[in-house]
């Protein structure tokens, strides 16, 4: 299986930054896409974004501009920085990973989640 260790979270003040970094470790075949999610309490839990192993990136329209994911392959680690925070950016963060395991069928993703690291953001 895949594990997905997060770190970097912690409290800012709005217009700070922080920079999150989620490892995966495991029994990995190929990771496709790896990336970022949130959930703020009583909402639902979003997309923020996401980079494919060939670097193409895909963002929220609530965080176009403030932040950058980032991927390095041969550290099966990915990364976001975020910029400009907003106290409506508060909440944690989950890293996601689409990834094959050795063994496994090549032509199937699984979904793995990390635990998740807090955000928040102070106005």
């Known amino acids: 299986q895949v594990q997905l260790v997060e770190s970097g979270g912690g409290l800012v003040q709005a217009g700070g930054s922080l920079r999150l970094s989620c490892a995966a470790s495991g029994s990995i075949f190929r990771i496709n896409a790896m990336g970022w999610y949130r959930q703020a309490p009583g909402k639902q839990r979003e997309l923020v974004a996401d980079i494919t192993s060939g670097g193409y990136t895909n963002y929220a329209d609530s965080v176009k501009g403030r932040f950058t994911v980032s991927r390095d392959n041969a550290k099966n680690t990915v990364y976001l920085q975020m910029n400009s925070l907003k106290p409506e950016d508060t909440a944690v963060y989950y890293c996601?990973?689409?990834?094959?395991?050795?063994?496994?069928?090549?032509?199937?993703?699984?979904?793995?989640w990390g635990q998740g690291t807090q955000v928040t953001v102070s106005s």
């Open positions: 996601n990973a689409k990834a094959v395991v050795r063994g496994s069928n090549p032509f199937l993703d699984n979904i793995y």
